[in-house]
């Protein structure tokens, strides 16, 4: 006979409900930081995918321009008359019609 095998027993409900804290807390953390930061980073794929000429946008080094050339990877900026060459990944935010205005006047 073996003894070891005949004191095992099935695990009960207390062994299942230990990892019950443990699975919450991993969804927790999901839909608190993984889902949002998801999210944020598709908004800025598309927002990067969508920058035409003529756009004027400011750069993550803070940098505001009017854009010259888009090619896949990099785009050309206009900057009270320098050229200057940025990748797409540098780009911040697209500047809106009310601080354009603010900016001419």
């Not at 990877?73 to 780009?91: D, Q």
Request: hydrophobic share 40%; net charge neutral.
């Amino acid at each position: 006979m073996i003894p070891f095998a005949l004191d095992t027993q099935m695990p009960g409900a207390e062994t299942y409900l230990s990892f019950l804290p443990l699975i919450l807390i991993f969804v927790l953390f999901y839909f608190m930081l993984i889902r949002p930061q998801k999210k944020r980073d598709k908004q800025d794929r598309e927002m990067r995918a969508s920058i035409v000429v003529g756009d004027r946008i400011c750069t993550i080094g803070g940098i505001i321009g009017k854009v010259v050339s888009v090619n896949d990877e990099e785009i050309v900026l206009e900057t009270s008359g320098n050229r200057m060459k940025f990748y797409k990944w540098a780009i911040r935010s697209k500047v809106e019609k009310a601080e354009k205005e603010s900016e001419e006047n």
